[in-house]
């Protein structure tokens, strides 16, 4: 095999890897409560997390950590912008 070919071939092998779903979460913080802590909650509650306002917020694909950011608005949405990538995903 020439070594244009061995291109094409990992080239088409990864277009197929393009398609393929992944489920990005933002994590502001986390926090532990109870069944009966959660049924207590209503509109206008308030969850306190382990983390101050403001603080890192981890990017995490399919449940691993890959990087760290912080929350920005970009006209009325919001989103985040990359501040340090992680070498080994956690």
Known sequence: MTLDAE???ERANLDVLMHVPLTVT?????CKMSVSEVLRLGS???IELDRLAGGPVDL??????IAR???VAVDEN????ITE????PI
């Open 60 to 65: 995490l694909v399919n449940n691993k950590l």
């Open 26 to 30: 933002a994590e502001l913080g986390t």
């Open 44 to 46: 206008g509650s308030i």
């Open 78 to 81: 919001f989103g985040v912008r």
């Open 85 to 88: 990538l992680i070498s080994r």
């Open 69 to 71: 950011g912080e929350v």
């Open 7 to 9: 291109k094409l071939k």
